[in-house]
């Protein structure tokens, strides 16, 4: 059981990191374990609840499947890069807040993250409430019965379209 | 009074403050408590339901470089006192157990051995190097096994698999059952599933080396709970200096006897409780020795123990509960046992697999029920046999299934008028994962009164509209008494609230509707269920669980400090987890204060700051219980502040205002002083002006608040479902919620609170099933297999508000269990009524496609129900 270790650089939230780890590590534990981002949570490990869910180079990616060697070379873009530089909340946060989308919030950083993937596309009409559902359909909420996580993304939507339109 | 409801907070969509800390990232749930020096630990744990443990092999294990500690069941005996129950009813069997599996495993993923190692990696890597000689024993996986005398049992003490049995009788029922014109029979099924909150189980005992004291950072919905519950199963140390501590410490063992002494002096109803149930106390210590010695042993070496070794508890965010994070796990006190062994902190996190094995399952059970009826519908009387399948080990500090049976027998009759009522209840142990409470526990009392309802319209050919206005309790019967015992008050609005529900839906068009649409080849369907839930309920609602509860639980403590600084904390015995107290509580102080929200800040979960109170969050009591807290001390830190500002204003108090945080004269708003002025004339004036307050706290004002006049929080729950029969699937294009939980604080959090019980309602009947085969092995082990419903099953679910006005004080009532209780029940009908045209009868609850398409004659049935 020696460890392989391999170096790995990458952008996280826009700082370059250079590390070596063991091979068999996941993304979500460099995330967590060794660059203190405890924003990226784990409700399964296996590829299922989307808890999990940063950005990688713009994609909506489940951290707790791929290896963190996968991601060498990538960007990564996790919740904590969401709030504005003074620390407030961004946006997309602010809408969901104003939604009260969540509850225990322990599954929110995989949704915002995969809402904020969403919110990037590049497309004139912003995703039908009818698309945001399926889109959202890969992260588990146990606690609120997802409506208002899907107000909470209408809204940012809403407000992007409103300000990409003015 | 009502002069909360005049202020700007109470009642409006306030933002939640706890989100500028969520949805940042910067949460502090368990997996991201990191302490120095801290290791890691995994379970080893049983892949069989049931087999006698011959050898267990650690060798190559120990050898593994980082592993540090491995301790297996026999290590525990030494170093922990083992679980044991503490509740006393008759015909009650309770076993005593260590918190790792000794001699024999009892269900799939019973923990053998905990590994302690530098990372969990490595102690997952060591569990697989330890080899653990199994002699399997055939498994107890249904009621008829359990039930069957050949088989092995499985608590050999006990002697049989029947674990508590009772019956009572309410009102005449010999005469219910001669006067019925009418009796319907009918047996209703509910499956094994699950809370899984997002974040699982977790603990960090994190251990300062040098004094060994132990703070124990835990998920959970009470940290007072986790505190004592491990202060007492861990630090075993022999007899003799237990004996030899007690001797030294003779002052602080005579005060804990007067404590208990002037607790019972100041608490009659404790008292005579407990001469009601010293007989079965008495007869319970003489049949189960065991548990006897093992209770004495315990609370002996608490005792014995010096006060400056208990540990403390800290609750940070919590991923979600449910029920599931009221008790106190064996794997906590195997990580307690652990880290005070090592000297040295150490973290578990439980892995999903884990925690859909072992975490935390419930409602198995089934209702045998007979109703007495009038050809009108007039129900006359009711004989219901309850069986619940527990599991193997109780949960602590109790067990679920016991408190789940004395609350289904004690609202089986709703809000309707129901004059006879015979109750059995059967608990039986199996070769399956503990069971624990779980959103409304008591909900199969709902579940089986609304679907018994809809098949004793359909035999006697009334709508099932009609059969309930026949029988719900209308205001003009108000109040009433439900013949198990709970009073139902004024406010009680069941019957309005149905009306509403029928009148929104227009429910009462429905055949019509379903007519047309089945012409058209459409198979649509619309249930409803109707139920109210002690929420908390009426004074004294939890003796009708056992003697003595309410005057255990019917006590919030709060302390409100106004500090140095011109804020304001509110510490709370509370542990929120999802429920927002950090917003609503505040809204409540901010009003009765006269002070943006802002200045209010609610601490909660930590032993050495929050008041006592062992309840936590649980059991929707927060609404009525911590509201009612907050405003009584608010209220009394109101008026200190008002005195100390009329000083300071040379005014008289009564013509004091406090609007915005500013205090002022009526009628000078620019000649004001600050919260901050305050709290610094406060600490000027000293003691009598500061109340209790500690440190550099300015007022400290403390209340303990009983409940009030409690009361009731109801609902109608109105599903529309369409079924495809080429695939089994059933949608929901409607779902209506018309209730009432009395005065609203915050309507985004009720709201909230309503939708995500029912969306795990609908998980239950659609898709959720902790799945054991018939030998016990588990088979739902990953959310692959337990399917948790998504953005796409679950519906937006349209909701309506009945507010019965009152005066009474604190009249919030809870809303965190209702529509977990409601919906089953409503979608079950829903899919009965769908089917209709092809006889179809539903008495599960578990309806996944495949059932659907057996069910509906489209393919052959496979499966037992179960
Ligand atoms: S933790 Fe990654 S998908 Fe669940
Ligand atoms: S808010 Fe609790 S899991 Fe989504």
Known sequence: ?166 | MRESLMGKYVGARVNRVEDKRLLAGAGRYIDDVSVPDMLHAAFLRSPYPHAEIGSIDLTAAQALPGVHLILTGEDLKSRTYPFFGTLNFPRFYQPTFWALAVDRVRHVGDPVAIVVADSRRLAEDACELIEVDYEPLPGIATVEQALDADRAVVWPKSKTNLHYQASERFGDVDAAFAAAERVIVETFDQHRHSNQPMEARGIVAEVDPSSGEMTIHASTQSAHMVKWCIALLTGRRPLRRVVRQMISQRDHTKAIFKGMADYLKATPAMVAALKEMAPVMLKQNVTNVERTKAMNGAFVGLMGRDPKTLPAALAGDVGGAFGAKTAVHREDVAVCAAALELGRSVKWIEDRNEHLTVGSQAREESVDLAVAVRHDGTILGMRARLTIDSGAYPGFPYGGAVIAARLARTMFPGPYRLPALEFHSRIITSNKATYLPYRGPWEIETFVRERMLDVVARQLGLSRAEIRRRNLIGDDELPATMVTGPALDVRMSARRVFEKAMDVTGADDWEKTRAEAFAAGRRIGMGFATYIEAAPGPPGYMDNVGPGFSAMVDREPINAVLEADGTVTLHTQQVTHGQSHETTLAQLAADQLGVPMEVIRISYGNTRTAPFGLVGTAGSRAATFASGAVLLATKGLRDRIVDLAADLLEAAPSDIVVEDGRIHVAGTPSIAVTLADVAHAAREKGDEARGAARGDEAIRVSELFDGGAGGWSGATHVCFVEIDLDTGLVKIPRYVVVEDCGEIINPAVVDGQIRGGVAQGIGAVLYEKSTYDDQGQFQAGTFMDYLIPTAMEIPDIEIHHVETPSDVFANYRGVGEGGAIGAPAALCNAIEDALSDLGVRITEQHLPPARILELAGVIPTLSPSR
């Open chain 1, 1 to 166: 059981m020696t460890a392989d270790r391999h170096p790995l650089s990458m952008t996280v939230n826009g700082n370059r990191i250079d590390l070596v780890v063991e091979s068999r590590r996941t993304l979500a534990e460099i995330l967590r374990e060794d660059l203190g981002l405890t924003g990226t949570h784990l409700a399964c490990e296996h590829g299922v609840c989307g808890a999990c869910t940063v950005a990688l180079d713009g994609k909506a990616v489940r951290s707790c499947l791929m290896l963190a060697l996968q991601a060498d070379g990538g960007a990564i873009e996790t919740v904590e890069s969401l709030c504005d530089d003074d620390g407030a909340l961004g946006p997309l946060q602010q809408a969901m807040a104003d939604s009260h989308s969540f509850q225990c919030a322990f599954c929110a950083p995989g949704f915002l993250m995969t809402a904020h993937c969403l919110l990037a596309e590049d497309r004139d009409i912003g995703p039908t409430r009818d698309e945001i559902r399926e889109e959202l359909s890969g992260n588990l909420c146990r606690c609120t019965g997802y409506q208002s996580i899907v107000d909470g993304v209408e809204r940012a939507v809403t407000a992007l379209v409103e300000a990409r339109n003015a």
